[in-house]
């Protein structure tokens, strides 16, 4: 549905052969690359993206090029890391870009290597995608014999080793200190800062961390220079996003759509709309951690930060988890509420013991035990735990509760007054702990 | 340097001072903490120290924050209180408060911050809480209870760098993490009671004292701990004359804020069973009427030699000296070789007495064991032994007893068995005096308990023998320590008797002037 | 509390040994390449016995607290034996939606097991997962290296039939290397 001129990250996506360095170079692949290393500095580098406006895409939303400028100057060992340990509910886009196209992230991490002068970088891919580990350590293996990677690159001088790390089941080894915690062979738990990564990070070395799909975009960025990203999406917003889509629309999937597209059209035209049956009562458009819209509030966004950061909510990680109208609201945030508790790294106080608190309260709510106080209690537990914590999970938990509740409380009320009882048959989630 | 304002005062500290050292300075009193101690690196997990720097969007911990001139921050106002209430009960939902038989109690963080800080009615249901392993023994020391650890990580932090053994972690994620030794590895290195020391609640305690007396019974005396040349400066906790434990005073040019397992175990001595109670005269129990009088005549008739210990006080040794300057006697220390053992890289030393700088301090000569027994064999008359256990080398002990021995000690062991006057001495525990640690450094030690049975003040006893000589003695510690600086050439320092809590080094404290080889 | 120190029946292949010795000479210092070595083992033995992990302390130099310290982080690391067949099915918000609840119902009674159980004779195990990164071909099961999508009570029976035969099947996000 993405029109071909704006298939910055998606061309080569539901293809069975994209993934191969023949038909990616024939499309054009590595060109950038050339480029780069042929004839521009480091620093220039860092200006096109920088220019281009292109903001983390892994959820955070930071200027791209900005970040490059953190690291300092002179530095003796710089380290790179793609972070594809994407595990935010809702988001399953950079898995596409790695299984359909691992070459335009290759391409693009070597190019944004390049722009830091770092010389070892690491793609960190969570374990659950061990499926397509093989494919991306192939591609990897491709771009060394073909003299993409490795000493003395096309020729230019430049050294790079690129490691494919495997993950291991941990969410919070997405946080970008979690992620280099985790390649250090610790605990992938959030460092607290300062020092900042850029300065201070792997192997107490200047480190960057971009998403994979951050760096998949480098590559036409430079190819058609920053003015055409620009050209693309809105002021703020610029360029293409790659939005996940679950739930029951007619056509789920990964969509790369210009930034600033409105909500109401891409849900009609590009999704389809619900699927037979399904009517629509929220979404929620950015990964889990983002606060869940109301129907008639989200067809009135355009897809973009400003547009969804006015309407209360944020772009995220571009999850849009699309909830039908027979939802159960407080079934769904226990299943939230189970993730967070089940993800917290446990480190600080108020996450570990709050997430595991909002569950237990939600779950007693659900199971008909619950009374008129602990929805106070729900919030009062929220406000132990947002913005007091090392690293933003805490906020990640906090934010989907308390707009469930903000925006559905009827339903939580209802809850008081008539009890449900418990309508499962299988004790889930994961039945060792309760 | 840098000026900031806190609370509405204005401070100028120096760079890279840390923010939560310059708020417990303007306060008065250490901003609510659990992870954070001074000899450990930082963790910044407990969440607790934080406060509000104007200008931040979010507050900020403290204890990771660097001030930076023109810094204004505020530690007392309700967002920053509010937040630490939050915080606090945080740590509290699924902590078991069985204050009633946790030995934490009243030496407790979370008691200590709740009654600051907390004062809430508690939200959580019972059935919501989190329970985990209780008591479990995790080395021969420390015994461990998981449900009440509030995960502040010092015992990791301490494990991993101050000791270097890396015995603790933090296993599994979430609210199941927990405390603990790794499967099939203990808790054993020499310094495991120090993580007791720095666990802010309940979590680990101390196998010793477990169930043995209420923290809030207790009183605390300055000591020093007698069991190597470092001289650990201790506290020690006492009550009704019996003492309970040890723990480590700092002093960051001795010992830290450490000291070791073995040193702290060392005040099972002052009450075991061996403590001579009585004194002894041919094997029997007397009064000390009779044995002083034994005493005196044997001194009237000749003293031979003298053998002191590296056990004996500086005062002690003083009047030893002087004892065997007034009767011609021989006066020398030893065996040299007991005492002995391994040192480590952190506090053990393995010179294992605390006063053997004392002796070279007096040019009293440490002699081998078996030259030792040559002296006591050709002593010719009455042998005094003061302090120590000289009598454990078997050659010493021999010759102690074919010799005429009086002992003055502590203990019931091979040298009272061989001695034919027995004089009981106080324990390190139940007299004041000084110790020269390995730097040099004069240390006071003060009396925490009562003498057992009839123990008495050895530099008392030796006062009234120099006194049945006719000799002048000292009428108090006091005098005696003026005479000690006198005989040492230190009267350019405040009198002993005002020595600092954290020791003395003289050469360092005379200066350059003081002369030497400075 | 102690676990034996040396479990007698570790042994690991010379192929896995040889990645390891690898692993530790290319990443930059030993402790990083903790997580692949674990999956080294982990991937011949199903899980990583007691001696697998003094191996590691040795090998890598680190102290037995900080490997159980990762072991018992990351969710997919096994200290214990495994069932033959680990079904892991994802009952997050998306699959939620799309139908997982039935689906680990189904499995439930097919199996004859509640989720978090393993079936008498070791063969199946079922547990929950959180995310598993395939929200829009949901509900989804991992099993191993497969990751089996757009499942409904019939395809989950086809799977198990698969299963009890001994085979893996082919899962649509199976990728092949090619030559």
Same mark, same amino acid.
């Given at each position: 549905?993405?029109?071909?001129?704006?298939?910055?990250? @998606?061309?080569?996506?539901?293809?069975?052969?994209? !993934? #191969?360095? /023949?038909?990616?170079?024939?499309? =054009?692949?590595? $060109?950038? &690359?050339?480029?780069?290393?042929?004839?521009?500095?480091?620093?220039?580098?860092?200006?096109?993206?920088?220019?281009?406006?292109?903001?983390?895409?892994?959820?955070?939303?930071?200027?791209?090029?900005?970040?490059?400028?953190?690291?300092?100057?002179?530095?003796?060992?710089?380290?790179?890391?793609?972070?594809?340990?994407?595990?935010?509910?809702?988001?399953?886009?950079?898995?596409?870009?790695?299984?359909?196209?691992?070459?335009?992230?290759?391409?693009?991490?070597?190019?944004?290597?390049?722009?830091?002068?770092?010389?070892?970088?690491?793609?960190?891919?969570?374990?659950?995608?061990?499926?397509?580990?093989?494919?991306?350590?192939?591609?990897?293996?491709?771009?060394?014999?073909?003299?993409?990677?490795?000493?003395?690159?096309?020729? @230019?001088?430049?050294?790079?080793?690129?490691?494919? !790390? #495997?993950? /291991?089941?941990?969410?919070?080894? =997405?946080?970008? $200190?979690? &992620?280099?915690?985790?390649?250090?062979?610790?605990?992938?738990?959030?460092?607290?800062?300062?020092?900042?990564?850029?300065?201070?990070?792997?192997?107490?070395?200047?480190?960057?961390?971009?998403?994979?799909?951050?760096?998949?975009?480098?590559?036409?960025?430079?190819?058609?220079?920053?003015?055409?990203?620009?050209?693309?999406?809105?002021?703020?917003?610029?360029?293409?996003?790659?939005?996940?889509?679950?739930?029951?629309?007619?056509?789920?999937?990964?969509?790369?759509?210009?930034?600033?597209?409105?909500?109401?059209?891409?849900?009609?035209?590009?999704?389809?709309?619900?699927?037979?049956?399904?009517?629509?009562?929220?979404?929620?458009?950015?990964?889990?951690?983002?606060?869940?819209?109301?129907?008639?509030?989200?067809?009135?966004?355009?897809?973009?930060?400003?547009?969804?950061?006015?309407?209360?909510?944020?772009?995220?990680?571009?999850?849009?988890?699309?909830?039908?109208?027979?939802?159960?609201?407080?079934?769904?945030?226990?299943?939230?509420?189970?993730?967070?508790?089940?993800?917290?790294?446990?480190?600080?106080?108020?996450?570990?013991?709050?997430?595991?608190?909002?569950?237990?309260?939600?779950?007693?709510?659900?199971?008909?035990?619950?009374?008129?106080?602990?929805?106070?209690?729900?919030?009062?537990?929220?406000?132990?735990?947002?913005?007091?914590?090392?690293?933003?999970?805490?906020?990640?938990?906090?934010?989907?509760?308390?707009?469930?509740?903000?925006?559905?409380?009827?339903?939580?009320?209802?809850?008081?007054?008539?009890?449900?009882?418990?309508?499962?048959?299988?004790?889930?989630?994961?039945?060792?702990?309760? | 340097?840098?000026?900031?304002?806190?609370?509405?005062?204005?401070?100028?500290?120096?760079?890279?001072?840390?923010?939560?050292?310059?708020?417990?300075?303007?306060?008065?009193?250490?901003?609510?903490?659990?992870?954070?101690?001074?000899?450990?690196?930082?963790?910044?997990?407990?969440?607790?120290?934080?406060?509000?720097?104007?200008?931040?969007?979010?507050?900020?911990?403290?204890?990771?924050?660097?001030?930076?001139?023109?810094?204004?921050?505020?530690?007392?106002?309700?967002?920053?209180?509010?937040?630490?209430?939050?915080?606090?009960?945080?740590?509290?939902?699924?902590?078991?408060?069985?204050?009633?038989?946790?030995?934490?109690?009243?030496?407790?963080?979370?008691?200590?911050?709740?009654?600051?800080?907390?004062?809430?009615?508690?939200?959580?249901?019972?059935?919501?809480?989190?329970?985990?392993?209780?008591?479990?023994?995790?080395?021969?020391?420390?015994?461990?209870?998981?449900?009440?650890?509030?995960?502040?990580?010092?015992?990791?932090?301490?494990?991993?760098?101050?000791?270097?053994?890396?015995?603790?972690?933090?296993?599994?994620?979430?609210?199941?993490?927990?405390?603990?030794?790794?499967?099939?590895?203990?808790?054993?290195?020499?310094?495991?009671?120090?993580?007791?020391?720095?666990?802010?609640?309940?979590?680990?305690?101390?196998?010793?004292?477990?169930?043995?007396?209420?923290?809030?019974?207790?009183?605390?005396?300055?000591?020093?701990?007698?069991?190597?040349?470092?001289?650990?400066?201790?506290?020690?906790?006492?009550?009704?004359?019996?003492?309970?434990?040890?723990?480590?005073?700092?002093?960051?040019?001795?010992?830290?804020?450490?000291?070791?397992?073995?040193?702290?175990?060392?005040?099972?001595?002052?009450?075991?069973?061996?403590?001579?109670?009585?004194?002894?005269?041919?094997?029997?129990?007397?009064?000390?009427?009779?044995?002083?009088?034994?005493?005196?005549?044997?001194?009237?008739?000749?003293?031979?030699?003298?053998?002191?210990?590296?056990?004996?006080?500086?005062?002690?040794?003083?009047?030893?000296?002087?004892?065997?300057?007034?009767?011609?006697?021989?006066?020398?220390?030893?065996?040299?070789?007991?005492?002995?053992?391994?040192?480590?890289?952190?506090?053990?030393?393995?010179?294992?007495?605390?006063?053997?700088?004392?002796?070279?301090?007096?040019?009293?000569?440490?002699?081998?064991?078996?030259?030792?027994?040559?002296?006591?064999?050709?002593?010719?008359?009455?042998?005094?032994?003061?302090?120590?256990?000289?009598?454990?080398?078997?050659?010493?002990?021999?010759?102690?007893?074919?010799?005429?021995?009086?002992?003055?000690?502590?203990?019931?062991?091979?040298?009272?068995?061989?001695?034919?006057?027995?004089?009981?001495?106080?324990?390190?525990?139940?007299?004041?005096?000084?110790?020269?640690?390995?730097?040099?450094?004069?240390?006071?030690?003060?009396?925490?308990?009562?003498?057992?049975?009839?123990?008495?003040?050895?530099?008392?006893?030796?006062?009234?023998?120099?006194?049945?000589?006719?000799?002048?003695?000292?009428?108090?510690?006091?005098?005696?320590?003026?005479?000690?600086?006198?005989?040492?050439?230190?009267?350019?320092?405040?009198?002993?008797?005002?020595?600092?809590?954290?020791?003395?080094?003289?050469?360092?404290?005379?200066?350059?002037?003081?002369?030497?080889?400075? | 509390?102690?676990?034996?120190?040396?479990?007698?029946?570790?042994?690991?292949?010379?192929?896995?040994?040889?990645?390891?010795?690898?692993?530790?000479?290319?990443?930059?210092?030993?402790?990083?390449?903790?997580?692949?070595?674990?999956?080294?083992?982990?991937?011949?033995?199903?899980?990583?016995?007691?001696?697998?992990?003094?191996?590691?302390?040795?090998?890598?130099?680190?102290?037995?607290?900080?490997?159980?310290?990762?072991?018992?982080?990351?969710?997919?690391?096994?200290?214990?034996?495994?069932?033959?067949?680990?079904?892991?099915?994802?009952?997050?918000?998306?699959?939620?939606?799309?139908?997982?609840?039935?689906?680990?119902?189904?499995?439930?009674?097919?199996?004859?097991?509640?989720?978090?159980?393993?079936?008498?004779?070791?063969?199946?195990?079922?547990?929950?997962?959180?995310?598993?990164?395939?929200?829009?071909?949901?509900?989804?099961?991992?099993?191993?290296?497969?990751?089996?999508?757009?499942?409904?009570?019939?395809?989950?029976?086809?799977?198990?039939?698969?299963?009890?035969?001994?085979?893996?099947?082919?899962?649509?996000?199976?990728?092949?290397?090619?030559?």
């Amino acid at each position: 549905m993405t029109p071909k001129e704006l298939q910055i990250l @998606s061309a080569r996506f539901g293809r069975d052969n994209g !993934h #191969k360095l /023949a038909v990616y170079e024939a499309e =054009g692949g590595y $060109t950038a &690359l050339r480029m780069a290393l042929s004839g521009m500095q480091p620093s220039e580098v860092r200006e096109v993206v920088k220019d281009a406006g292109l903001r983390g895409r892994g959820g955070a939303g930071f200027p791209t090029g900005v970040k490059w400028g953190f690291v300092p100057e002179g530095a003796d060992m710089i380290y790179f890391m793609v972070n594809a340990d994407e595990s935010e509910p809702g988001t399953f886009k950079d898995r596409y870009l790695l299984d359909y196209d691992p070459h335009q992230t290759i391409e693009g991490t070597i190019i944004s290597c390049f722009a830091v002068n770092a010389r070892t970088a690491f793609i960190y891919i969570r374990g659950e995608f061990g499926w397509l580990v093989d494919r991306v350590q192939k591609a990897v293996d491709e771009a060394y014999a073909a003299g993409y990677l490795g000493r003395n690159i096309l020729g @230019s001088g430049y050294d790079l080793d690129m490691i494919v !790390h #495997k993950g /291991a089941g941990a969410y919070i080894c =997405g946080e970008e $200190t979690g &992620l280099i915690n985790s390649i250090e062979g610790r605990k992938g738990q959030p460092s607290i800062k300062p020092p900042f990564p850029a300065v201070q990070g792997f192997l107490d070395k200047p480190t960057i961390v971009n998403n994979v799909e951050s760096v998949a975009s480098v590559p036409w960025i430079l190819n058609n220079g920053a003015a055409a990203y620009k050209a693309i999406g809105t002021e703020k917003s610029c360029g293409t996003k790659l939005f996940s889509v679950s739930g029951p629309v007619k056509r789920p999937g990964v969509y790369e759509i210009p930034l600033g597209l409105s909500f109401r059209e891409f849900f009609h035209e590009w999704l389809g709309g619900m699927a037979d049956g399904e009517e629509l009562k929220a979404v929620i458009v950015g990964g889990s951690s983002v606060p869940v819209l109301p129907a008639a509030d989200i067809m009135n966004c355009n897809l973009d930060y400003e547009s969804l950061g006015q309407a209360g909510t944020m772009l995220g990680s571009g999850g849009m988890i699309v909830i039908p109208e027979r939802s159960d609201m407080v079934e769904l945030i226990q299943v939230l509420m189970h993730f967070y508790y089940d993800e917290s790294c446990g480190q600080c106080t108020p996450c570990r013991e709050g997430t595991g608190w909002l569950y237990r309260i939600v779950k007693r709510l659900r199971g008909g035990e619950g009374s008129a106080k602990d929805l106070d209690l729900i919030e009062h537990v929220c406000g132990g735990m947002a913005g007091l914590t090392i690293c933003p999970l805490a906020d990640a938990a906090v934010m989907p509760m308390r707009s469930f509740l903000d925006k559905f409380r009827p339903e939580f009320e209802a809850l008081i007054r008539e009890p449900v009882p418990a309508v499962s048959s299988s004790r889930w989630p994961r039945g060792e702990q309760e | 340097m840098a000026k900031l304002t806190i609370d509405g005062t204005e401070i100028e500290v120096p760079d890279g001072t840390r923010l939560f050292d310059a708020c417990a300075d303007v306060r008065g009193q250490a901003l609510p903490h659990f992870c954070y101690h001074p000899d450990l690196a930082i963790a910044g997990v407990c969440r607790l120290c934080q406060v509000e720097v104007e200008g931040m969007p979010k507050l900020t911990i403290a204890c990771n924050t660097m001030v930076r001139d023109g810094m204004v921050v505020h530690t007392r106002n309700d967002k920053v209180r509010a937040a630490a209430k939050q915080i606090l009960e945080m740590h509290l939902i699924n902590h078991p408060v069985d204050c009633p038989i946790c030995d934490q109690a009243g030496e407790c963080g979370l008691q200590d911050q709740y009654m600051i800080y907390g004062l809430y009615d508690a939200e959580v249901e019972q059935a919501d809480k989190v329970h985990k392993e209780k008591a479990q023994v995790i080395g021969p020391h420390v015994i461990l209870d998981k449900e009440r650890c509030v995960l502040c990580s010092r015992c990791v932090r301490f494990c991993a760098d101050v000791t270097g053994t890396g015995e603790m972690g933090i296993f599994n994620r979430g609210d199941r993490a927990e405390i603990g030794v790794a499967p099939g590895v203990e808790l054993d290195n020499n310094y495991s009671l120090n993580t007791v020391d720095i666990c802010p609640v309940g979590a680990l305690t101390s196998r010793d004292f477990r169930f043995e007396k209420r923290v809030w019974m207790l009183k605390p005396t300055d000591g020093i701990c007698p069991g190597c040349a470092t001289g650990c400066n201790v506290r020690i906790d006492h009550e009704a004359g019996r003492v309970y434990r040890l723990k480590p005073r700092r002093n960051d040019a001795v010992n830290g804020a450490w000291m070791c397992d073995k040193g702290r175990m060392l005040y099972k001595d002052v009450h075991d069973e061996h403590r001579l109670g009585a004194p002894r005269l041919e094997g029997a129990d007397t009064d000390w009427a009779t044995a002083g009088q034994a005493f005196a005549a044997r001194m009237a008739a000749g003293l031979g030699l003298v053998v002191a210990s590296p056990h004996c006080s500086l005062e002690e040794l003083h009047l030893l000296k002087r004892l065997a300057e007034a009767k011609g006697a021989g006066l020398v220390a030893g065996p040299a070789e007991a005492d002995r053992g391994d040192g480590d890289s952190l506090l053990l030393d393995g010179d294992r007495a605390p006063n053997r700088a004392g002796l070279a301090l007096l040019g009293i000569e440490e002699l081998p064991g078996a030259e030792l027994a040559n002296r006591i064999a050709s002593a010719g008359a009455t042998v005094l032994v003061a302090g120590g256990e000289p009598g454990d080398v078997a050659v010493v002990g021999e010759a102690l007893r074919a010799a005429d021995t009086v002992f003055l000690g502590t203990h019931d062991r091979a040298t009272a068995g061989a001695a034919r006057l027995v004089l009981p001495g106080a324990a390190w525990a139940e007299k004041a005096g000084i110790f020269v640690n390995r730097q040099g450094r004069f240390q006071r030690f003060l009396q925490a308990v009562v003498r057992t049975g009839q123990a008495r003040d050895d530099w008392r006893v030796l006062g009234e023998v120099l006194s049945g000589l006719d000799q002048p003695h000292p009428g108090s510690l006091r005098e005696l320590r003026g005479e000690l600086a006198q005989a040492l050439d230190l009267e350019h320092l405040e009198h002993l008797d005002n020595l600092p809590a954290g020791g003395l080094v003289p050469r360092e404290a005379a200066g350059p002037a003081a002369g030497g080889d400075a | 509390m102690s676990q034996p120190v040396a479990d007698n029946a570790f042994s690991l292949s010379d192929a896995s040994r040889a990645r390891i010795e690898a692993l530790v000479e290319r990443y930059p210092t030993k402790a990083s390449a903790l997580m692949p070595c674990i999956w080294t083992i982990q991937d011949e033995l199903g899980h990583v016995p007691p001696a697998g992990i003094d191996f590691l302390v040795g090998k890598l130099e680190m102290t037995p607290a900080r490997v159980h310290e990762v072991l018992s982080f990351y969710t997919m690391f096994r200290t214990e034996p495994q069932a033959e067949y680990v079904l892991q099915v994802c009952h997050n918000i998306s699959c939620h939606i799309m139908g997982a609840r039935p689906l680990i119902a189904h499995l439930e009674k097919r199996l004859g097991i509640r989720l978090g159980e393993t079936t008498p004779d070791g063969r199946f195990a079922l547990e929950g997962a959180e995310c598993l990164g395939a929200c829009g071909h949901g509900p989804c099961l991992q099993l191993g290296r497969h990751l089996y999508e757009y499942l409904t009570p019939e395809k989950a029976d086809d799977l198990l039939e698969s299963l009890k035969r001994g085979e893996i099947p082919r899962a649509d996000t199976d990728r092949e290397l090619e030559d």
